[in-house]
């Protein structure tokens, strides 16, 4: 039987197409994404979604999140460029790192991608569990997610520290930063979170550090287009 609530259930559904509208879909494709997604009622709403809906819902998550100065750098791994890299030059830099990627049609075009040494993608730590890659209409990258789970304290620290030194090089203090990235206050509950934010009217970087039940300690990277599709 269902234990959540029809409001929960409904507000787990935009969440999910929010998270698809900006582009950063990965976690709900992890073990513990999809049976988030399934006990809250929701039978992995990507698979219908259309272009014009993924559109739709991108520019009102985009309108909520943004700020009002334009980036003065857009970090992302691997010199990969938002709003400039294409599919074809993505999964040639992909195949250079013997990257297993599948195309994915989810109103966008998605790269779904394991199997990646860290190095080959500019990171430090350990290798990437998945790496999801967002193209917009006009077949441009839109989003850049990252995510590694089943990590130990160490390997938590160094991808968190790496992630957030990066971003504070190239954009200073973030927007927003929330929580307490430690392993051990991570661990202390069941879930907890830690997160970090850069928001400017271009462009959109998370770093979001968790415990989970089903993954344990993970890291999730995600560099979003601010800009409407098709605007370079």
Same mark, same amino acid.
């Given at each position: 039987m269902n234990t959540l609530s029809r409001p929960l259930r409904l507000g787990a559904g935009i969440g999910a197409a929010v998270l698809l509208a900006l582009g950063?879909?990965?976690w709900m494709h992890t073990?513990?994404?999809l049976r988030f997604l399934a006990a809250a009622g929701v039978p992995c709403p990507v698979r219908t979604v259309t272009p014009e809906q993924v559109g739709q819902l991108r520019r009102v998550g985009l309108a909520s999140m943004r700020g009002?100065?334009?980036?003065?750098?857009?970090?992302?791994?691997?010199?990969?460029?938002?709003?400039?890299?294409?599919? /074809?030059? &993505? =999964?040639?830099?992909?195949?250079?790192?013997? +990257?297993r990627c599948?195309?994915?049609?989810? !109103?966008?075009?998605? %790269?779904?991608?394991?199997g990646i040494?860290?190095?080959?993608l500019a990171l430090d730590g350990p290798p990437v569990s998945e790496l999801w890659l967002s193209f917009g209409p006009a077949g441009r990258l839109v989003g850049i997610d990252v995510y590694r789970r089943g990590m130990d /304290?160490? &390997? =938590?620290?160094?991808?968190?520290?790496?992630? +957030?030194?990066?971003l504070r090089s190239a954009l !200073?203090?973030?927007? %927003?930063?929330?929580?307490d990235p430690a392993p051990e206050a991570l661990a202390a509950l069941p879930i907890q979170t830690a997160r970090l934010q850069y928001r400017y009217a271009?462009?959109?970087?998370?770093?979001?550090?968790?415990?989970?039940?089903?993954?344990?300690?993970?890291?999730?990277?995600?560099?979003?287009?601010?800009?409407?599709?098709?605007?370079?």
């Open positions: 950063a879909i990965g073990p513990s994404g009002s100065a334009p980036a003065p750098a857009r970090p992302a791994p691997a010199g990969m460029q938002l709003d400039r890299t294409t599919e /074809a030059e &993505a =999964l040639a830099l992909l195949g250079r790192a013997h +990257a599948e195309t994915q049609l989810r !109103g966008y075009r998605h %790269l779904r991608c394991r040494d860290a190095a080959a /304290a160490a &390997a =938590l620290r160094t991808v968190w520290s790496s992630a +957030a030194a990066r !200073g203090a973030p927007t %927003l930063a929330l929580g271009d462009y959109l970087a998370t770093v979001t550090a968790s415990h989970l039940p089903h993954s344990g300690l993970s890291v999730r990277e995600q560099y979003l287009s601010a800009k409407e599709d098709g605007i370079n």
